[in-house]
Every structure is written in C-alpha cells, then in structure tokens.
C-alpha cells in the first residue's frame, strides 16, 4: 500500500495563477483532510471530507475550494494564488472522525506563491 | 473554537538527556495524539490516548492523559539524534464528531 500520496511535491506560482493539488489514499478511508502548515503556527485545517461527494470547512477555507468526485481523492484548488498562501500543504486521511480513527499523513506539498 | 498550547516551542538537548513537553486544552478532551514529523515528510502517529490517567509507552517515549482531560504530556528518555524533529499533540472534544485540533508543535533539537 502506498497509503496518501500527494502531488506535485513542490510548485512556485506567481500572484493570480491557479492550480489543484492532488491527494490519493488506497486505505479505503471515509475522511480525507487538507492542512497548511506554517512556522509556529502548527497544523491548520482548511477543509475535510466525510465522504465521497461531501465537504466541510475547516479553520482557515477562504481563498481554497476542495472537491471529492471520489472516495479515493482529494483535491484542493486555489483559483487565484495569493503571496499569504505560501506554505507546505499536507493531506491526511482516516477511517472516521470517532476515537480510534488514526489520521494518517500525505508527505506535502510545498508552495510558493510570488 | 477549541485551542491547544504547546510548550516548549523549542528544545536543544544533549544527546541522552530526557525531555518533556506537554500540550493544553481550553476545554476538556476525549482523546489525546502526539505526532513527530521529521524534516521533509508528514507526521506520523506516535502515541494515542483515549482514558483521563491514561500511560501509554512506545519505546523510550512515554505519554499521559491529564486526569483534568484538559492536558497531556509526552517524555523521551535518553534522547538520540534520530529524535530529532517537530512533535505535535492533537486532540478532539467531547462532541467526537469534529475534526482533531493541533497544537503549534515542539521543535526538537538533540546535539549529539
């Protein structure tokens, strides 16, 4: 198993352009999560999925949109990429949100944004 | 919404020396997770702890349930290079269904 991949490992954009990261698990998990990471400010949600076909904000959505077509992918898009969005961007997946529900993690994607 | 306050923000270490950080909520938890993420990849789970008084072991790295529900603490005895990296604790509130709350990590540093 691979479990959650991620793709690309690393992009620059500039101010405005648009692009969609991609999120793959093969563990056959329901939750599926996008984090951005910055210095000293840990792990933030952005958004998360209780399945397939649904979405849910997080703690900081605005300037994302996530879609989950199917169970096994997770995307999130930036439509028009903004310096404030720079980060390393993880995604994570579990069988469920209930105790016992380990959350396992992609190895990120760093983004730099112009 | 909930907070969680992780200390230290950083350690530097002698290599054999122990260490121990510890995590706090603003309101009580049902579950408790240390991660480490080691440079260059996504955190991987180290630790759970699902009871209030919980002492769980993994190795040389030890982790209680505050009996409040509203802390936890991780320990690492005798401390190798390899230890290095970022711990973080999660946790999730009483209402279950919420997604878990980080806190802003601990940077270790272990000079050999």
């Known amino acids: 198993n691979a479990g959650v991949t991620q793709t690309p490992k690393f992009r620059v954009l500039k101010t405005g352009q648009s692009m969609t990261l991609l999120c793959a698990q093969d563990m056959n998990h329901e939750y599926m999560y996008w984090y951005r990471q910055d210095p000293g400010m840990g792990l933030r949600l952005i958004h998360y999925s209780v399945g397939e076909g649904t979405t849910a904000k997080g703690e900081v959505p605005d300037g994302y949109n996530v879609s989950r077509l199917k169970k096994q992918n997770f995307l999130l898009g930036l439509e028009s990429a903004a310096p404030s969005q720079t980060s390393v961007y993880f995604c994570?997946?579990?069988?469920?949100?209930?105790?016992?529900?380990?959350?396992?993690f992609g190895p990120g994607t760093r983004l730099t944004v112009l | 919404g909930q907070q969680l306050n992780q200390s230290p923000q950083s350690m530097f270490i002698q290599e054999g020396e122990d260490v121990s950080m510890n995590c706090t909520s603003s309101?009580?938890?049902?579950?408790w997770l240390w991660y480490k993420q080691e440079p260059g990849e996504g955190p991987v789970l180290l630790i759970a702890?699902?009871?209030?008084?919980e002492l769980t072991s993994n190795g040389r790295l030890t982790a209680q349930f505050g009996i409040t529900r509203k802390d936890s603490f991780l320990n690492i005895s005798a401390s190798i290079p390899s230890d290095v990296g970022i711990y973080f604790c999660?946790?999730?509130?009483?209402?279950?269904?919420?997604?878990?709350?980080f806190g802003k990590g601990t940077r270790l540093s272990v000079i050999a």
């Open positions: 309101s009580i938890f049902n579950t």
């Open positions: 702890l699902y009871k209030a008084g």
């Open positions: 994570a997946s579990s069988s469920g949100l209930a105790v016992l529900n380990e959350q396992f």
């Open positions: 999660a946790g999730r509130g009483l209402s279950g269904n919420t997604p878990l709350v």
